[in-house]
């Protein structure tokens, strides 16, 4: 609430300033652009920021999630949310392991960087090496996070409406529930250990991949032991041959095709700095499983279905299909109707391209973001659909840039052949 306070006060003064200002040079004077000052968007990002936790969330959720939908003054802040938290300080890292291990837990490591490699909303990652040879990575979590969550987001959407930063008539409540179902998800530590096993199941003994190995013994529900996965920054790849990009980029597609139509459990944050890439064993190594997600055989059904009549290009069967995912409502407008299905029919032109997509020289991003603006614009407001669709988005989306990143030359309609109705 303190934080809060500081940041009703520091927006209000710069609201008093800016009007000052205004006044000064004869400018008029309009509310909403007191409020949407550069100046205020840092204030917000700065102090949900210093909070952490549920207040973070939320600000990373909208600007992933409803980023198109809400100022650009904003989005371009709130991005920085997406891997920007203040860390804890020794003493309280300290002090939540001891909590987890129990006094003298210092004893049994040879070294403990408490130095985080991470800092995210829930928790922080710190490397570390145990005299017995094992060299783990610890997720600590934030102090007091578990028992702040509903309160903190009921808050911050309070915080939201007072300085008026989302649209009119733009119903944020879903993101909202999501991110109070996520955060109570993601605070439990031994829930995201069994998906890391889960997954590890799945993927086998599949080449090319490699996951943290839990150590159950030393993980809790805040704190999470694992064996350390080494390796570069998966975008330091844009400097090696075509060749080896297609490949990490096509090897990176069908992960994501079989994480949705064949094991319905996908990790949903396609994140750059959730991969790592060994050279010398060309592997790939997957990070962070917080965020996954189960999906039903109905609802991958459906999708399989949206995808095929995109690949078919039928645009009636596009908006038939995607009402049945809930991108519309049964008295959705007509040309709304007609302009979304364009824009999903877009959307999946590299389904259609026959031969290799070049992600590098595509300017299909930019394409369908200047549609939904059109789409926007005709409209007064676009409803978000299901969470379940979002955090769809989110995955495929973040793989989409990174083959782009990557400038990779890829045969995407091969790949996704078998999974068309």
Aim: glycine share 8%; charged share 25%.
């Amino acid at each position: 609430m303190l934080k809060l306070g500081q940041l009703l006060g520091g927006v209000a003064g710069e609201v008093i300033r800016e009007g000052a200002s205004n006044l000064v040079s004869g400018k008029p004077i309009r509310p909403s652009d007191l409020l949407l000052t550069p100046a205020n968007a840092r204030h917000l990002a700065d102090r949900l920021s210093e909070m952490r936790g549920a207040a973070m969330k939320v600000g990373q959720l909208l600007s992933m999630d409803a980023g198109d939908y809400l100022p650009p003054e904003l989005t371009q802040v709130l991005a920085k949310l997406r891997d920007n938290a203040h860390s804890m300080p020794l003493g309280q890292v300290a002090l939540v392991l001891q909590n987890a291990w129990g006094r003298g837990w210092e004893n049994d490591f040879e070294r403990f960087s408490f130095t985080p490699l991470a800092a995210a909303s829930i928790g922080q990652v710190h490397e570390a090496r145990t005299k017995d040879g094992q060299h783990l990575v610890t997720k600590i979590q934030y102090p007091g996070v578990r028992e702040s969550i509903d309160s903190d987001v009921d808050n911050v959407s309070t915080l939201f409406k007072l300085l008026k930063l989302v649209p009119k008539g733009f119903d944020i409540s879903p993101l909202l529930e999501e991110a109070k179902r996520q955060l109570h998800e993601e605070a439990d530590y031994c829930l995201e250990a069994t998906r890391i096993e889960e997954y590890q199941r799945l993927v086998g003994n599949e080449d090319g991949f490699q996951l943290p190995a839990v150590e159950r013994s030393r993980t809790t529900t805040e704190v999470l032991a694992m064996s350390f996965v080494p390796g570069d920054p998966i975008e330091s790849l844009a400097g090696t041959s075509q060749q080896q990009r297609n490949q990490i980029a096509t090897r990176l597609l069908s992960l994501v095709l079989k994480e949705i139509f064949e094991w319905g459990l996908v990790q949903t944050d396609a994140n750059f700095g959730n991969y790592r890439y060994q050279a010398d064993k060309d592997c790939i190594g997957l990070l962070d499983f917080g965020a996954t997600r189960r999906y039903s055989p109905e609802f991958i059904e459906n999708l399989a279905c949206l995808m095929t009549a995109v690949h078919t290009g039928d645009k009636a069967a596009i908006e038939t299909q995607a009402q049945v995912l809930g991108y519309l409502r049964e008295d959705e407008e007509a040309c709304y109707r007609k302009g979304l299905a364009e824009m999903i029919s877009m959307v999946g032109e590299c389904l259609r391209h026959k031969g290799v997509f070049d992600f590098g020289h595509s300017d299909l991003a930019q394409r369908v973001a200047d549609k939904a603006m059109e789409l926007r614009l005709q409209q007064r407001y676009m409803h978000l659909p299901p969470t379940d669709v979002l955090f769809l988005h989110r995955k495929i989306g973040g793989t989409y840039l990174l083959c782009a990143r990557l400038r990779a030359q890829v045969d995407v309609a091969t790949l996704v052949a078998p999974y068309l109705k």
